[in-house]
Every structure is written in structure tokens, then in C-alpha cells.
């Protein structure tokens, strides 16, 4: 089992900055890739970004140059720089882990953190 927290999230002006972070325990040995996923109310939930071991990173169109995923393998942390933040980005952020085992890639997830920006 895997086990991820997330913190970082708040409330937060157009315009303003949050980092995000997600600690990775448990059972994290071939973790590969992680992100971030997020919610908004009566929507579904949509990939944000990830980013893999090997540091190749994904983004959705609508963050693209605003928002910055990172990884730290040492600390099995994943981080989300999320600049230029607009109200559409309010939601709850989740994330996730993948790790690939016996050709099954199993998926986990964090209880996920609010971000809430006000216009």
C-alpha cells in the first residue's frame, strides 16, 4: 500500500500563487509516475499534471505555463508551483501515485486538498 498527503491548498486572490505538496509512503519502491488531479464541483475529476521517475512531465492544456510539477525522489515527494491562478481553478486537488505491478498499474490517491480562488 501506498500511502499519500497532501498540503498546500488554501484560499487564494486572482492572480496569487499555492504550492502544493504530496508525501509518498508506505510501500513506494516502483512508484512511477505521480501527479495531480483535481475536481471542481459537479464536475469530474481531470489531470492537472505528472510527472514520471524518470522526470518526463504532462500537463493539461488549461495550466500549461502557469503551473509547474516537480518531484523529489529523495524526499518521495511530488510538488504543483500553480501561478496565475483564475476562479476556474478552484476545486479540490488530489494525488496520485501509480505503481506497476505484475503488469497491473495500480492507481492510489490522496484525501485530496482544497484550493478555493476568489475573484
Known amino acids: 500500500q501506498v500511502q499519500l498527503v497532501e498540503s498546500g491548498g488554501g484560499l487564494v486572490q486572482a492572480g496569487g500563487s499555492l504550492r502544493l505538496s504530496c508525501a509518498a509512503s508506505?510501500?513506494?519502491?516502483?512508484?512511477?509516475?505521480m501527479g495531480w488531479y483535481r475536481q471542481a464541483p459537479g464536475k469530474q475529476r481531470e489531470l492537472v499534471a505528472t510527472?514520471?521517475?524518470?522526470?518526463?512531465?504532462n500537463y493539461a492544456d488549461s495550466v500549461k505555463g502557469r503551473f509547474t510539477i516537480s518531484r523529489d525522489n529523495v524526499k518521495n515527494t511530488v510538488y504543483l508551483q500553480m501561478n496565475s491562478l483564475k476562479p476556474e481553478d478552484t476545486a479540490v486537488y488530489y494525488c496520485?501515485?501509480?505503481?506497476?505491478?505484475?503488469?497491473?498499474?495500480?492507481?492510489?490517491w490522496g484525501q485530496g486538498t482544497q484550493v478555493t480562488v476568489s475573484s
Open positions: 510527472v514520471t521517475s524518470g522526470g518526463t512531465t
Open positions: 508506505g510501500s513506494i519502491f516502483s512508484i512511477n509516475a
Open positions: 496520485n501515485a501509480q505503481k506497476p505491478l505484475h503488469f497491473v498499474t495500480y492507481n492510489y
